[in-house]
């Protein structure tokens, strides 16, 4: 369904409710005996206990769908108190309805759409590479420091065989960077951001010629890399994935998968504490018009599980 089908249907479902709802106001009457009630109410319940445990569960293992669970669970909640408060309002437990549905049920509603929304736009801290992360790329030593986080400062030492002067200079002046953030309990933390490619025409002179030769080297060692999986494919077991396929998208089709894409890796790159088992992870995402549209470079379809 296309984004102008979907506010078609919306737009009439709500133009429609209009007078269905005027009509219920005249014609439904006040009290109504119904059977059934035991078992509406009951099944309602267990529906929002079914639903607080299957986002808890989509939630721990950051999964997307997690953020529409979460939306419905806390509609859900109003409609519990709505129903609570409204069709106990005659009854002796009026009050207990409307203190629960204050400070349990709606509270916990606003929760769940905080937390959906934090799922969706929680992004990581967005820049463009300037001059003195250029310098700290040039440094070997900096990127021996921040392969071994997070540490202490003197574990960051002993792994590296850096002195601790040099450790101490490199990790402060990570930090003026925003790359590292030192903890309550001493150790250093690599701090994830996304870091856009520096434009050589921004620059004049030697610092635009020293911007074109790390873009230049940044590429060549991305080259390198991708060769380097390509034949070591069959030695990485369940640890290797890698999806390919060509469509035809828009300029803003395409601007939209990059967005989903990297909502994706920020839901991973977001972790507080380092998993049991885990490994460190090249991730790359590249999406570009191949040369003449040759279809031989990018097939439609998506190869299966692998590099390809």
């Not at 721990?60 to 529409?68: F, I, S």
């Not at 001059?131 to 700290?136: Q, V």
Request: hydrophobic content about 45%.
């Amino acid at each position: 369904m296309t984004r102008r089908m979907l506010l078609t249907v919306l737009v009439g479902a709500a133009v429609l409710l209009v007078p269905w709802t005027v009509y219920l106001a005249h014609t439904l009457p006040d009290r109504f005996d119904t059977g059934q009630w035991r078992l509406a109410w009951v099944g309602f319940d267990i529906a929002l206990l079914l639903s607080f445990a299957a986002a808890a569960w989509l939630g721990l293992n950051r999964r997307r769908a997690a953020v529409p669970l979460l939306s419905a669970t806390a509609a859900m909640l109003c409609c519990d108190a709505w129903f609570d408060v409204m069709l106990g309002w005659t009854s002796p437990e009026r009050w207990s309805s409307v203190a629960l549905a204050v400070f349990v049920e709606l509270p916990a509603a606003a929760l769940l759409v905080f937390a959906s929304r934090r799922l969706l736009g929680d992004a990581l801290p967005r820049r463009s590479v300037t001059l003195r992360d250029i310098a700290l790329r040039e440094d070997p030593r900096y990127q021996r420091v921040t392969h071994v986080l997070p540490a202490g400062a003197a574990e960051v030492a002993r792994r590296t065989g850096l002195e601790r002067a040099e450790v101490t200079e490199c990790l402060e002046n990570l930090r003026a960077n925003g790359f590292v953030r030192h903890d309550r309990k001493g150790n250093w933390l690599p701090v994830p951001q996304e870091l856009r490619e520096p434009k050589p025409d921004d620059y004049d002179g030697a610092d635009r010629q020293r911007v074109t030769a790390f873009l230049d080297a940044k590429y060549a060692e991305e080259v390198a890399l991708l060769s380097w999986a390509a034949e070591h494919r069959d030695e990485f077991g369940p640890w290797a994935m890698a999806q390919r396929t060509s469509t035809r998208l828009t300029q803003a089709e395409l601007r939209e998968l990059d967005a989903e894409y990297r909502e994706l890796v920020t839901r991973y790159c977001r972790r507080r504490r380092p998993g049991k088992g885990e490994k460190e992870i090249s991730v790359r995402f590249y999406a570009f018009p191949p040369p003449g549209g040759h279809p031989g470079l990018g097939a439609p379809g998506v190869s299966p599980t692998g590099f390809s």
